[in-house]
């Protein structure tokens, strides 16, 4: 098991949030089962003050994970030093069986620890606590997920042996049969392009149009196509070197740290996205989702120009596109 400090602050991050998120778990079973608000027993009183010590709970657990999974990719990227082949964090991820699992684990995590986050702000802005029960019994959901991470990450941890020699990344993302990745660079480029920045122009449409339900569509097509077109074209202009695809290497300094900017940008801007229809479906009003459409678009717009810039940049520099 490799240790670095790094790596103990978040196996004891995982072990506080563990112990805290289970009382959560415990409190809001109670809750999911016995709430009634219409109630005036000395229960469902109790329950009312239990909610909101649980909601406190859960808001700072989920709140801080969000954060932990930018300190997570730095880890990553820091260990990938004492391992033997690893260039970055890709290495780190090979390394063992678990680590592309666990990293798909903290994607999907993310957007739903960011889901529970909205529908809290909804059921603080309701007096009769109208989506108490339903955020509470979505906990419950989150909370098997957020022990299947906690698990998986203490594993992959665990199970790296610092003495194996590890792929580097330009074996694992190129277009080698060995990449398990080797299947989306048979993809025509041009084709890729047109799709990414057609869906891109679609979206600028239903934003204009407010056209909810499309619009959500359409930003999880933008998120996939977002980041295939990273590793396949967008990469290659911010490495300046067509053979380098690695989706990990531009979190590193040599670049700028360019990927942290350019996946935050990405992640938020789709999230405000998904969040226009879980308003929708809180709510059931298609209006007043004006405040999410300008963020998601706002991130989605900068991530856009930000990765268009690399290769019109190195156009003009060089004449020639690589």
Do not use: R
């Amino acid at each position: 098991m490799i240790l670095s400090p790094e790596v103990l602050t978040i196996i004891i991050l995982n072990i506080i949030f563990l112990v805290f998120g289970t009382i959560a778990f415990i409190l809001s079973i109670k809750i999911f089962f016995n709430w009634n608000i219409e109630s005036t027993s000395q229960k469902q009183y109790t329950l009312e003050k239990q909610s909101f010590l649980t909601a406190t709970i859960i808001k700072y657990i989920l709140s801080i994970k969000i954060l932990l999974f930018i300190f997570f990719v730095f880890t990553l990227d820091k260990i990938s030093n004492v391992l033997t082949g690893a260039m970055c964090a890709a290495g780190v991820v090979d390394a063992t069986s678990y680590g592309i699992y666990l990293l798909l684990f903290k994607l999907i995590n993310i957007y739903l620890f960011g889901f529970w986050l909205v529908i809290h702000k909804f059921d603080m802005k309701t007096e009769s606590l109208k989506f108490t029960k339903l955020k509470f019994g979505f906990f419950l959901f989150i909370y098997i997920l957020f022990i299947s991470e906690i698990i998986l990450e203490i594993t992959m941890f665990s199970s790296i042996d610092v003495d194996k020699l590890v792929s580097c990344c330009g074996t694992l993302y190129s277009n080698s049969q060995t990449s398990y990745l080797s299947s989306i660079f048979m993809i025509n480029t041009s084709y890729l392009l047109i799709s990414f920045y057609s869906v891109f122009a679609l979206l600028i449409i239903f934003y204009f149009i407010k056209n909810d339900y499309l619009y959500i569509i359409f930003n999880l097509i933008f998120l996939i196509l977002a980041i295939i077109t990273l590793i396949v074209f967008f990469g290659t202009y911010i490495y300046e070197l067509p053979t380098h695809h690695c989706p990990f290497c531009m979190l590193q300094n040599e670049y700028s740290y360019v990927g942290y900017i350019l996946y935050l940008s990405l992640f938020l801007g789709t999230f405000y996205g998904f969040n226009i229809g879980i308003k929708n479906i809180l709510t059931q009003d298609n209006e007043n989702s004006s405040n999410y459409y300008k963020m998601s678009l706002a991130f989605i717009i900068f991530y856009t120009l930000l990765v268009s810039y690399y290769p019109i940049a190195y156009y003009i520099k060089n004449g020639v596109f690589l």
